[in-house]
């Protein structure tokens, strides 16, 4: 026992035994009073009186008062035993206690220091930590004249998963996340959540930069099986940049600030993982210089929309433009969509921006028509406006204001956004079909959502992505998929477009396939609204022109002529079922890749 607890023992046993021995002290009162008192009645009884010879006779004479003599010394006696038992058993619970209080407040203090440094949801080192831990690091690999690594990786469409699925399950798959990143890197290395969806992985000790990429690629791979979250299995990527020391910095900071870059440039270019290189240093500031500016830009309309044509193949008119938002900055010049929709999704501005690319199409469509010009236009809609449960009132609200036929405009939607929700997918989607707006599956193949699924949306068409149609002449597995998907799709009463349309064999190709329609370089690529204008006038494709209103619906496909969907028989179901089946399994051993979500108004 240490000396501090002695000396609390002895403390506490002195102050409780003072109390004991005070009702030990009335006891040798009570003992001597009661021996006067006999011996006083004693020499009474002998004597008839009181005097100090007759006190003296009767203590000489009567043996019972030499018992009761004895009294006084045996309760001074007990009290004292007793009193100092009591002392010292209550001050060793009193220790006893206080060493429990100050075990609970130790662990208490551990605690809080624990949750200092360490995320509470997934308790993992949390960024004070790992800045602390990097430090460290980079002093002795600097003694040590070593190389270690420092990777950021953000999850590509989190928000949407969160927005869509709620915080709670958006936490459950932040967890999912991090027992993937500890199973993936070695015990002596140190993974960490910055905040949010963004976790970062310390290699205290490489041999070369390709180890950071090897772990790089690694985690990617452990991210790749799906995710289960409410009877969903969600695919989630990440964005992964990499700094090494001291290649790339001479201090945690700047390694930070450098992999953080990196991992941006990966977000943009969906790279999965980038190493950081100097060149990319000047996408830092400038994406803070954006970030705060792109609302200011809507406000002030500097952005532009562009337009790429649609033709119909078998008549060859032009039946519908799709329009690409761009911003003309004043200080970078025109921009294109990658370098400001991630920056509108993540500070909340991706509504606004959505609103303002339906609004400006939808004037544009206003405008053509008055000049006779009979063109759709197509507006390329993010995860997070497909989720927006007043989507439907608000393109109901701009189609009313322009006066608009709902047919006349083409909502695209990838097919990943799609089944982050799918039942919330298909409410939203049939408001939209109801009020006569067309809708278009694009990129269709990269995603890998079931075409039967898709075939219960209602939706009109779907785009083949443009990573089969460029190169299905000399690829005769995307020729394959190609082929096999536009059989489907017309089984399942659904048109097809092929983008990517950049040379003539391709388009006519496409023809010969009984492609529905085409898009991409060859016919024209995406220009400026004047530039379009004048290309209608000289194009050899020409614009369907208006000869009476038309209503918003008819007997095809196409603007103006839409048509209702054929019923198909039991046994037509199941073929179509097993063929897309088989077309799901080609699509994904000919090209296993994946592409996100695109956003409003993204090319």
Known sequence: ????????????????????????????????VAIVVATALVSVYNTGGISLDALIEAQRENKALWLLD?????????????????????????????????????AIEQQAMHDLTHDKLTDLPNRALLRDRLEQAVSAAAHERSQLAILVLDLDRFKEIN??????????????????????????DTVARLGGDEFAVLLHRISSPDDATDLGRKIGKALQAPFGLEGLKLDVQASIGIAVFPDHGPDADTLLQRADVAMYIAKQQKSGCVSYDPKLDKHSPRRLTLMGELRHAIDADELVLHYQPKIDIGSGTIVEAEALVRWQHPQYGMLGPDEFIPLAERTGLIKPLTIWVLGRALRQQESWRGQGIDIGVAVNMSAHGLFDLELPDLVAGL??????????????????????DQQRALDILSRLADMGVRLSIDDFGTGYSSLAYLSNLPVDEIKIDRSFVMDMIENEKHAMIVRATIDLAH?????????????????EHLRKLGCDAAQGNYISPAVDVASFSEWLENAQWKPRRM????????????????????????????????????????????????DGAQAAGAS
């Open 491 to 507: 089984n399942l009463d659904l048109e097809v477009v092929g983008e990517g349309t950049c040379e003539p064999q391709i388009l």
């Open 547 to 594: 000869t009476a209103p038309q209503p918003a619906s008819g007997t095809s496909g196409w603007p103006g002529r839409a048509k209702p969907r054929a019923a198909a028989s039991q046994s037509d179901l199941e073929s179509i079922e097993s063929a897309i089946q088989d077309l799901e399994d080609f699509v994904r051993q000919a090209d296993p890749k994946s």
């Open 163 to 188: 927005d869509t699925l709620g915080h709670y399950n958006g936490d459950r798959l932040l967890k999912q996340v991090a027992l993937r990143l500890e199973g993936a890197v070695k015990e002596t």
């Open 70 to 106: 004895l009294m006084p010394f045996a309760f001074a006696f007990w009290g004292q035993y007793v009193s100092s038992m009591i002392a010292y058993e209550a001050g060793a619970l009193v220790v006893d206690q206080t060493s429990e209080l100050r075990a609970q407040t130790t």
């Open 399 to 420: 189609l009313a204001a322009h006066g608009t036929l709902p047919d006349r405009l083409m909502l695209e939607i990838t097919e990943t956004s799609i089944m982050v």
């Open 1 to 32: 026992m240490s000396t501090s607890t002695n000396h609390s023992l002895a403390s506490n046993a002195a102050l409780l035994k003072s109390k004991a021995s005070k009702y030990a002290y009335y006891g040798v009162v009570i003992a001597v």
